[in-house]
């Protein structure tokens, strides 16, 4: 249940000591620690009805449930199945694996996921406000004021931008106007269960063709309950290279027999943009009562993809600063230069470790990364303690 504004009266205006924009993990999260950890008054806020669905692969590290233990305990509520290890494919195609007795990762629905994640924030005592878009922010001395498309404003003390890659925060407070991103096609295929079963198994590895057809970027398939995920990511300026082979890669998938021959792909696939790594990339991440989490901030990783760890770590940091401020009612750029040095003691090795992959394949020569491509899955070949130590950053295992 979404807070009711009262859409005839576009004079409301409200105050919070948090508004949060964006309800994905990021957002969600801040809003949970901000409510349930730190007992403040906060706001949500998302231009989408939930549940809602957001193109994304789906998958959580096991890391996920190492840090947010809270959600150990509905774990079953949360995941479709979990991963035992992966298949990786280098550009000629051939095939290394790593596989484990214990799973290394989760596969999710992000419309189920992300709903109750929003749920548990709101069950904390967050305010959530859906199906509402922000078109402007005011930064006061006193006071952030968030206006919404509908004319209503809420005041706040602080506010936790989580609205994605586009972000309007970023842009309305001078953070950053555009950020160079990555890009990817995604397709969910419902199939039934037995079906999956027969192909996969139940220890449902995954998948990853990195330089599939000289892209520069990965393509992916992810085998759930009873749905398949399938999609390629590559640099934004690959958009139309991308579509134009994601067919082709259903269709060599469909020949290797990981995708029954039988289904026709009648689902539209969706196109989103992804902020790989970007976060090491800005001069800020915060300005006088903002500061950026999740993609609006780019902290997902260029290599793996895994984007929703990175996201609600992001966001507990933002609260455990959010919360600093509000003690001591200091919410300028100095005070909130923390913010910055807590997220990249968290999250910037990892980011700097695995590199960029998009951001090289927007301006680096193609044919030079692709041949870096193939020689690093040559070595890996040959040197089993390299591959062991990429699985292990990818898979999120410190």
């Not at 397709?187 to 027969?198: F, L, S, V």
Request: proline share 3%.
């Amino acid at each position: 249940m979404g807070f009711k504004l009262d859409r005839q009266r576009s004079d409301l205006t409200l105050k919070v000591d948090v508004v949060i924009v964006g309800a994905g993990p990021a957002g969600s999260t801040a809003a949970y620690y901000l409510a349930n950890k730190f007992n403040r008054k906060v706001f949500l806020i998302d231009k989408a009805f939930f549940p809602r669905d957001k193109p994304c692969g789906g998958y959580l590290t096991s890391r996920v449930f190492t840090r947010f233990n809270y959600l150990r305990k509905v774990k079953n509520k949360i995941i479709e199945v979990p991963t035992y290890g992966s298949y990786f494919y280098g550009p000629d195609l051939s095939q290394l694996e790593w596989r484990m007795e214990n799973p290394v990762g989760y596969l999710v629905l992000r419309i189920k996921f992300d709903n109750f994640l929003k749920d548990l924030a709101v069950s904390s005592g967050v305010q959530f406000i859906e199906g509402q878009e922000v078109v402007d922010i005011s930064i006061r001395k006193n006071t952030a004021q968030i206006m919404l498309a509908n004319g209503h404003s809420i005041h706040g003390n602080l506010i936790i931008g989580a609205d994605g890659v586009r972000s309007i925060i970023a842009k309305k407070s001078g953070i950053y106007s555009k950020l160079d991103k990555g890009i990817c096609v995604v397709t969910e295929i419902k199939i039934n269960k037995e079906e999956i079963d027969e192909i996969f198994g139940e220890k449902r590895p995954t998948y990853y063709f990195y330089g599939f057809k000289d892209i520069i970027g990965y393509g992916w398939l992810f085998p759930k309950k009873n749905h398949l995920n399938i999609g390629i990511g590559g640099p934004s300026n690959a958009g139309r290279e991308i579509g134009r082979l994601f067919p082709i890669f259903i269709n060599y998938l469909k020949q290797e027999n990981l995708v029954p021959v039988s289904i026709k792909i009648k689902e539209k696939f969706s196109a989103a943009l992804i902020p790989t790594s970007t976060a090491l990339y800005l001069n800020h991440s915060y300005s006088d009562r903002v500061v950026l989490v999740g993609d609006a901030l780019g902290v997902a990783s260029s290599v793996s993809g895994e984007g929703i760890y990175q996201s609600m770590a992001s966001g507990e940091d933002a609260a455990i600063i959010a919360n600093q401020a509000l003690d001591e009612q200091k919410f300028d750029t100095e005070f909130l230069r923390q913010y910055e040095k807590l997220w990249k003691k968290d999250l910037a090795n990892e980011l700097k470790m695995v590199g960029n992959i998009m951001q090289l394949g927007s301006s680096g020569d193609k044919r030079e990364i692709l041949r870096k491509i193939k020689y690093f899955f040559e070595r890996m070949r040959n040197e089993k303690e390299l591959f062991e130590y990429f699985a292990r950053i990818f898979f999120g295992f410190k």
